[in-house]
C-alpha cells in the first residue's frame, strides 16, 4: 500500500487508470463550484447566468417577449382595434343593411335612424309643423281676401262638421237667453222694491243693477267667444276637425281674461254716452275684431293683440267691412227666425272671420272639402 493517499483512484476514475474519461468527468485537479453545483458541458448552451435564479422566482408566464416580437401575452390591444379578417371594419362600422335606407351621418355605422325618425310617408304635405300622417293636408292660401269664398269656405266647413258647432252654438244660446232673463229679473225686481219703498231714486238702483249685470254677462261672453275662436283656427288652419271638446281646451287663459276685462270697462263707459257712445263701441269692436285670434294663436299678450289686430284691419278696411257688414246682416236673418238661425249663421260668422284672419297673415289654410 502506498503511502501517498493521491495514488488512490480518483472520483469519478473506475480501478483501471489506464481507461479514458467519460464526457461527464470533470478534469482532473477541479473542484466544484461553490454551492456543488458543475458548469454545463461544452456545447451550444446559454451563456452562464442566462439561466433564471434558483429558488423557483421565474417571472411569471407572459411577461417573456414571445417568439416572433408579438406583444406579451395578456397585453394585446383590446379587441376591435385589429381590422378583423377579410378586411372588414371593426364592430360598430358596418355598412347599413340592403335597401333604399337614406344615409344618416349621426347613426353610429351608417345605419338608419330607430323608428320614429324615418322621413315623412309620401304625400303632398307642407312644411306646417302640426300636420301629420292620416291626416288632411292642408290648402293652397289664395293670398287674398274675398268675401264670396269666405262664406261659400266656411259653409262648407260648418256642413262637414256641423255636430260641434251646432252643440257649442245652442249651449251659448241657451245661456246667452238665461243671461238676458236674470238680467230683466233683477231689474224689474229692483225697481219694484224701490217704488215700494218709496224711494226717489230707484231710477239709479235699477240702472246700477242693470250696470253690473250687464258687465258680468259682457265679461263671461269673452270666454265664449274665445271658445268659438279656438274651434275656428282649428277648423281653418288644422289637419284635423275640432271635436267638441276642443273649444273648451283655452290657452293663454290669463291674458284672455284681461282683454275680457278691458272690453267690459269700455262697453260700461261708452254706454253712458248716448248714441256716440254706440258708435265708437262699434267702430273700437270692428277694430280689434282679431284681437282674440292674435291672442289664442300667437300666444300674445292682452294690449299686443289688439295693436295687432288694429294693424290687420286697417291694411285691409275694404275687404274686411263689407265682409263684417255681410255677416251682421246674415245673423240679422237667423234672429228673426225665432233665433234659431243663429245656430248656423253664428258658426258661419265665426269660421269667415278666421277664415280671413288665415287668408290676410299668409297661415296655413285647410281645404273646405
Known sequence: MSDNPNDGPRPGEGSDPDRPETPNTPPANTSPPSGGHYPPPPGNYPPPGSYPPPGGNYPPQGNYPPQGGYPPQGNYPPQGGYPPSGGYPPPGGYPPPPGNYPQQGGAPGGYPPPPGAYPPPPGNYGNYGNQGYGHVPLGHNPGRLDVGAALSYSFDKFKANAGPWVGITAIVWAVSVIGLVLIFASTFTAAMVAADSGDTTFTTTTSGVAIVMTAIATFASYFVNAAYVRGALDETGAPQK?????????????????????????????????????VLLIVIGFLANFALTFLIDRNQTAIESIKSSV???VKNFGPMLLLLLLLAAINIVGVLLCGLGLLVTIPISVIATNYAYRVLTGGPLSPAR
Open 242 to 278: 275640432p271635436s267638441f271638446g276642443r273649444f273648451f281646451q283655452l290657452t293663454n287663459v290669463g291674458q284672455i281674461a284681461v282683454l275680457a276685462l278691458i272690453w267690459t270697462v269700455v262697453s260700461v263707459v261708452l254706454s253712458f254716452v248716448p248714441f256716440l257712445g254706440t
Open 311 to 313: 294693424d290687420l284691419t
